[in-house]
């Protein structure tokens, strides 16, 4: 971040895209381990209970994000005070969030358990999982923050590394302790890395480069603001939540186990591209939020400019990617029934040009979170990743398992068309409209 000049592109989108694709390796490892050493009822287990880890991902982007935005706001207008109070105030509200809902966690495990894996030969497995990740909490929720702030303050060695030895750790410990534990020793794995990550990502704050104070500051009205700025983008894990469900429980009613291993891995894909644009996102978010605290025309006009660009390129790159390795997925996951197998790669063939829309809309939501219009953020969030996704994936769905792959690739593209004729012919506006900030 620079006070003069525009924000860089490349080191905040290569760090992010990369933390990204490491971060998913991460979490894809508990699958692929889990396919290899277990049978696919255990597979799809391991993915019926994801709603409760993007739950807790929900409230620490609702944190994380808001308060490095305003860290970002602080640095763009030079306020080095303003900066230590929102980073003090941040971490104490992980802090208290964390430990919250860990316990909830704990209290209610085999209730939250029943609630997605109702079936008995996917509750046993779902049970020993969660037993584990139950605790991942009280580390995701500082690290999702430190993640951002590392990144944002430009400690790219602590960052790297800790990037690198959290899929280097997971990778080891997922295969030794999956053999000797199973699905338990897979999560715990899980949580040992991230420990790890958040470890090395610590000792930045122990360099120049960080330069804050931590206070002991905490103010409702600056909470509100963090939890404000980061909710419409937090929303965004909500809403897989609600894909994944809706989608889950459609196919295991209607397809069996079978058709869940299947669908498991359009649903991670789709989950990838999401989660792959935070690239670009992270740049936007810091290059918009720079930009407003600088009071710069200039500055919001070429971060707009950069960002079409980007997401373009991605996600005509992304599909590509989807395409040529979708026959290699399956196995990858080992899917030990040959026709599920064939079933998953024809389904992620049909889904693959969903990827170009899935980037545009993350792109055009973070854009309005930022500019004054959280209700557009929100709508086509909820839009793109869930009503229209998890309608005609089971409208679709009806006709066969492959509908259900076509209806989550259409979705995006649905909404953001909807969205599109909603600004240029009811409200006249530009897609990408600043107008409302009054800068410069």
């Not at 046993?124 to 037993?131: H, P, R, T």
């Not at 200039?298 to 992304?318: Q, R, Y």
């Not at 076509?406 to 107008?435: T, W």
Request: with cysteine; net charge neutral; charged share 15%.
């Amino acid at each position: 971040m620079s006070d003069k000049k525009n924000v860089s592109f490349f080191p905040v989108f290569m760090g992010a895209t990369i933390g990204v694709i490491l971060e998913i390796i991460g979490l894809l490892i508990d699958e692929i381990v889990v396919g290899n050493l277990s049978n696919d009822a255990a597979f799809a287990s391991v993915n019926l209970i994801e709603p409760y880890t993007y739950l807790e991902v929900f409230l620490a982007y609702l944190i994380g994000v808001g308060g490095a935005a305003l860290i970002v706001r602080a640095h763009g207008a030079g306020d080095k005070k303003r900066m230590s109070q929102i980073f003090s105030q941040t971490i104490i509200m992980c802090a208290i969030v964390g430990f919250t809902l860990t316990a909830i966690y704990v209290i209610f495990t085999p209730q939250l358990v029943h609630v997605v894996a109702d079936k008995p030969e996917v509750y046993k497995y779902s049970l020993e999982y969660f037993n584990v990740m139950r605790f991942y909490p009280l580390l995701d929720m500082f690290d999702t923050f430190i993640f951002t702030y590392v990144l944002y303050r430009g400690g790219y060695v602590q960052f790297y590394t800790a990037m690198v030895a959290r899929v280097v750790v997971n990778a080891g410990l997922s295969w030794y302790l999956g053999m000797e534990m199973g699905v338990t020793g897979i999560a715990l794995a899980s949580v040992i890395s991230i420990g790890v990550a958040l470890l090395i990502k610590l000792t930045f704050l122990f360099t120049k480069k960080h330069g804050l104070k931590m206070t002991r500051y905490l103010n409702f009205r600056d909470a509100f603001e963090i939890a404000q700025l980061g909710f419409a983008e937090s929303a965004l894990t909500a809403f897989i939540v609600i894909l994944e469900v809706s989608i889950n429980r459609f196919t295991l009613t209607k397809y069996g186990k079978l058709g869940v291993a299947a669908i498991a891995i359009v649903i991670d894909i789709f989950e990838f591209v999401l989660y792959l644009g935070e690239g670009i996102s992270e740049y936007e978010t810091v290059a918009i939020n720079d930009s407003i605290g600088k009071n710069s025309k200039d500055s919001m006009d070429h971060s707009i400019k950069t960002t079409k660009k980007a997401v373009l390129i991605e996600g005509i790159v992304l599909t590509a990617i989807i395409l040529l390795t979708a026959s290699l997925l399956p196995g990858a996951m080992d899917i030990d029934d040959p026709k599920t197998a064939e079933q998953a790669t024809i389904m992620l063939m049909i889904f693959a040009p969903g990827a170009l829309f899935i980037c545009l809309s993350r792109v055009t939501a973070i854009f309005y979170q930022y500019t004054l219009r959280k209700r557009r953020t929100l709508i086509l969030f909820g839009m793109s990743v869930a009503v229209c996704p998890s309608l005609l994936g089971i409208l679709l769905g009806q006709i066969s398992l492959e509908g259900i792959a076509l209806g989550v690739g259409l979705g995006p593209a649905v909404a953001i068309a909807l969205m599109y004729v909603y600004v240029r012919f009811i409200r006249k506006e530009k897609l990408f409209d600043y107008s409302i900030l009054k800068i410069g």
